[in-house]
């Protein structure tokens, strides 16, 4: 039970004493006690209000900007919030901008500076174990009255490392910088005053140290504070339902049960209820399914062991018929391979053979035509016996070259006639060679040599050969100056030297020698002659002949030196012919030999490959039968794997020794029938599974279900058919214990309503310790909704001991309930207070007056009444042994009579708050009922921290009031 305000003058106390803003709001420096009634002037828009409305961001528990419309409810003038962007550059321009809050509590004075951190629209807490009496130098200079009017001038390097060196300063002392929400709430909402450490920053002492069911609650009384001379009920309605739904959670009634709870449990036991009555009705279907799946079962069987024996009789074939063609195969290709080489063996021998007779050919004929040569040089050779081979080649040369000239002066006579001349010419130098030559050997003893000794005669004659022919008569002095200068010669081997030295290359031949080569060239001599004188002879009857003569003896010539040329070539190559002759001899013996060898080994080529032929044909023979046996086989298996069922592998079965085509087709026609067997258990399996009664192991119907799928959809139902008896139990017990459950549910929701009456109760019952002008039991009366009213009566005459589920009209009613009443998600649903509270207002009787009235009051008035009423509901808050001192914000207290002024004063003074009003201009009433005001507008300074020159208004220090004569200050 909450006590009166004599009581709660002895506790523990908390007050908030003044607020300052540095370089925030409209502000540079302002210093402003909230301890004690005053009143504001300033022009519009100067950030009066809103310097108070910064004790939110001091005393809420809060770290940022974010969501700031639902966390402090900033408003304008027009009752508009402002957004997050817009509240946070208003209190935290630049990170020169400082909001500090001095408080006091059992454990003595502390600062709490608020400031710009890098998080998104975030600031953070620096709490100070310090009156702002001692850290005012670090924002302010107040001592220096040179500048601003005496106001006091800023201070250098104002920032956040001056929070940071404050911190550091105090850190020993127990300065703490507060950055989570975790840290304020510990820190500024635990009531402890028996321990300094824990209770050393406490700034409002709530029963359960900040439960975020009493912080929605003091958000909402904090709001309050701004309307307490409103005589609008919204907000004291909205301050209700938050208070009554902060405070549920501490009552037996629970509030907050969520009604939807009972609803999915009565859907859910619905649904069963439905289901379970939808399955019992397919169990004749069930026991038709399970025959039809025994018999395919067993059908299954025996066709799975029937495959399994052919399977494996065909297999086991086709394995020997590999077998026997990896044998088999090898030596055939070894045949046919073998064939391939004797073939080849056969053709290239018979390849030689014929290219040895073509070679044997040609060398019978070159043989033949070297033989006629030989035949014709032997015939050429006897028409000259005496002649050597080279004498016989020189003769036919001259024979050959004789005629060139005669066929040469037949075409041309003056060539004859020249020739003839010439020749005549030659006979004459020829005779007088002959004479000389002869005369020479005639008078042999009168030539030089002869008259010289022989080594002198040798000399001379190979000095030059006319010394051999000359003839004089020499005396012996001459003779001797000859044989002298020819010894001066020596003969050697390799000819003369003279002087020791080489003179000449020749061979010396001797004065004999000389003379014998002398009777030869006379013979040849003679012979030439003779020569000369047919050449002539004959050129003598060309230059006489006539034309057609002439003629006939060219073409004669020209036969003739044809022949001696053709004989003239025989000749030239007889050696070359007869080596010829014999090198075919030999070759023509070596090639026959050849030849008869290769026909030798054709013939037994030829008997080899014959009887490989035959070895090869009779192989290839059973190789194919082989193949086609083994095509068969596959063909067959191929066929058969078509037919495999699962079971193939485990299937029993008894061997057979034969599979043919036939067995397969009647085979074929077993798997026909399981497959109709089949879609006839599919279409069934469906009616199940289409029916949505049963939970499978498949959600949707299929055309066709394999086995696996078959078999756990078959256990599936049979294990739903054998849990059917005990899950209708369940569900008998199940409906009996939510009936229950709902009457629980029921009877707490019909406990609301008296919930509720009983916290207006309790609120009112503290009404009686507080008279407020001339009104007598005042009572807070609270409007439900009429709908929220019907349910509960229309529950309150239902029957909800039944052991058959409830109507669905009783749950449908309940489901619109909670779709208009409830808030939150699914499973987490909480009935909404301030949907069930349509409205909050006053009644109360006058004095000497019996009938009650609701009627408005003056705002004075209600502003004492709303004090009232925010002291016992703060006071139902904060713990018992605490008392907390507010500021209260009266906007309209200038609109306000002065009877009224006074009695809002009185209010808030004997509930323990200041009460600060906000005008734009001073009027005689407020000043003389106030006591103590500020005109902002007076205290405007040029030397600032903002550069822009918006934030000007310095105040600190004193506040302006009217006194009495004896209280002028000395």
Not at 60 to 86: H, M, Q, T, V
Not at 212 to 235: C, P, V, Y
Not at 638 to 663: G, M, Y
Not at 757 to 770: C, D, G, L, T
Request: aromatic content about 8%; some cysteine.
């Amino acid at each position: 039970m909450l006590e009166n305000l004599e009581l709660l003058e002895k506790k523990t106390a908390y007050a908030v004493n003044k607020l300052i803003a540095i370089n925030s709001i409209s502000y540079c420096y302002v210093e402003l006690p909230i301890d004690r009634h005053c009143a504001l002037f300033g022009r519009n828009n100067l950030g009066k209000t809103s310097l108070l409305n910064a004790l939110k961001l001091h005393l809420f528990p809060e770290i940022s900007f974010n969501d700031c419309k639902g966390k402090f409810a900033f408003k304008s003038s027009k009752g508009e919030l402002y957004s997050s962007e817009d509240s946070y550059s208003y209190y935290f321009p630049s990170d020169s901008s400082f909001l500090i809050l001095e408080a006091e509590n059992i454990h003595g004075p502390f600062c709490l500076i608020l400031f710009k951190s890098n998080s998104s629209f975030g600031y953070q807490r620096l709490a100070l174990p310090c009156a702002y009496d001692e850290i005012r130098g670090q924002f302010w200079d107040i001592d220096n009255t040179e500048i601003n009017n005496g106001l006091g001038s800023p201070v250098a390097d104002l920032g956040i490392p001056k929070i940071l060196a404050l911190y550091q300063q105090y850190k020993a002392a127990g300065a703490v910088i507060l950055k989570t929400k975790k840290d304020i709430k510990d820190k500024l909402f635990s009531h402890s005053p028996l321990q300094r450490a824990k209770g050393r920053y406490c700034l409002v002492p709530l029963k359960e140290g900040g439960m975020e069911r009493e912080l929605s609650a003091f958000r909402q009384l904090m709001n309050f504070t701004f309307e307490i001379a409103k005589t609008d009920t919204k907000g004291l309605t909205d301050t209700f339902a938050t208070i009554i739904e902060s405070g549920k959670i501490n009552t037996q009634d629970k509030l907050h049960q969520d009604l939807q709870v009972i609803m999915d449990d009565y859907n859910e036991l619905r649904q069963s209820q439905d289901k379970l009555k939808a399955i019992a009705n397919y169990r004749d279907d069930f026991s038709q399914l399970q025959t039809m799946h025994q018999r395919r079962n067993e059908q299954r069987q025996a066709f799975a062991a029937t495959f399994a024996a052919y399977d494996v009789c065909l297999r086991n074939t086709e394995t020997e018929c590999r077998r026997l063609v990896g044998q088999l195969e090898p030596e055939v290709d070894r045949l046919y391979a073998s064939q391939q080489r004797l073939g080849q063996q056969d053709i290239e021998l018979q390849k030689q053979h014929s290219e040895l007779g073509g070679q044997l050919k040609t060398l019978n004929k070159d043989s033949q035509q070297l033989k006629l040569a030989v035949e014709q040089f032997e015939n050429i050779h006897n028409q000259y016996p005496e002649a050597s081979l080279i004498e016989l080649r020189k003769l036919l040369q001259d024979r050959e070259e004789a005629l060139k000239q005669k066929i040469d002066h037949l075409q041309d006579n003056q060539q004859a006639i020249a020739a003839l001349s010439a020749k005549v010419g030659v006979q004459k130098s020829k005779n007088a060679e002959r004479s000389r030559k002869k005369q020479a050997l005639e008078q042999y003893q009168q030539l030089l040599v002869s008259q010289l000794d022989e080594h002198s005669a040798a000399v001379l004659s190979n000095l030059n050969r006319q010394f051999a022919e000359l003839i004089v008569d020499v005396d012996g002095r001459q003779r001797e100056t000859i044989e002298r200068f020819a010894d001066l010669f020596s003969i050697e081997a390799n000819g003369l030297n003279f002087l020791g030295a080489a003179f000449g290359s020749e061979p010396v031949k001797s004065p004999q020698q000389f003379k014998e080569q002398l009777q030869g060239e006379l013979v040849q001599l003679d012979q030439a002659l003779l020569q000369l004188d047919r050449e002539i002879l004959e050129l003598q009857k060309i230059a006489s002949a006539s034309g057609d003569a002439q003629q006939q003896q060219l073409q004669q010539a020209e036969q003739e030196r044809i022949k001696i040329h053709e004989q003239l070539l025989i000749v030239n190559g007889i050696e070359s012919t007869r080596q010829q002759q014999q090198a075919r001899t030999v070759e023509i013996e070596e090639l026959e030999n050849a030849r008869g060898q290769l026909e030798k080994d054709r013939e037994r080529i030829q008997v080899e490959l014959e009887q490989n032929r035959s070895e090869h044909a009779a192989g290839k023979e059973k190789l194919l039968a082989l193949h086609k046996r083994l095509k068969e086989a596959t063909a067959l298996i191929q066929r058969l794997q078509s037919l495999k069922p699962p079971e193939a592998n485990t299937a029993e079965f008894k061997s057979v020794d034969s599979v043919t085509a036939a067995d397969l087709s009647e085979l074929e026609g077993e798997r026909a029938k399981l497959v109709k067997l089949k879609e006839g258990l599919d279409e069934n399996i469906n009616i199940f599974v289409q029916c949505g009664h049963f939970h499978l192991p498949v959600e949707i119907a299929y055309s066709s279900y394999s086995d696996e799928q078959q078999e756990a959809i078959l256990v599936a139902l049979n294990n739903t058919f054998v849990a059917l008896p005990h899950q209708l139990e369940t569900l008998q017990s199940r409906v009996i214990e939510h009936n229950k459950m709902t009457g629980a549910k029921i009877s707490e929701l019909t406990g609301n309503r008296s919930h509720i009456r009983a916290f207006i109760n309790k609120v009112n019952k503290q009404f009686e310790h507080y008279p407020v002008s001339n009104l007598q039991d005042i009572r807070v009366e609270i409007e439900l909704d009429p709908r929220f009213e019907e349910l509960i009566d229309e529950l309150e005459q239902t029957n909800l001991n039944t052991t058959d589920i409830h109507d669905d009209a009783l749950y449908q009613r309940l489901n619109a309930f909670c779709e208009d009443f409830f808030t939150g998600v699914r499973d987490n649903r909480i009935l909404e207070m301030g949907k069930i509270i349509k409205n909050v207002k006053y009644s109360y009787r006058k004095a000497h007056r019996d009938q009650r009235e609701d009627k408005d009051q003056s705002t004075g008035t209600n502003a004492l009444i709303n004090c009232t009423l925010l002291t016992i509901l703060l006071g139902d808050l904060l713990a018992q042994d605490s008392k907390l001192t507010l500021p209260v914000i009266f906007d309209e207290f200038t609109a306000l009579d002065e009877y009224n002024q006074r009695t809002a004063i009185k209010a808030a003074g004997e509930h323990g708050f200041a009460l600060f009003c906000a005008s734009p201009t001073d009027t005689a009433e407020v000043v003389s009922v106030v006591d103590y005001y500020i005109h902002l507008d007076d205290f405007h300074v040029n030397t600032l921290y903002d550069a822009s020159g918006e934030r000007d208004v310095v105040f600190h220090h004193f506040q302006e009031r009217l006194y009495q004569e004896t209280e002028r200050p000395a």
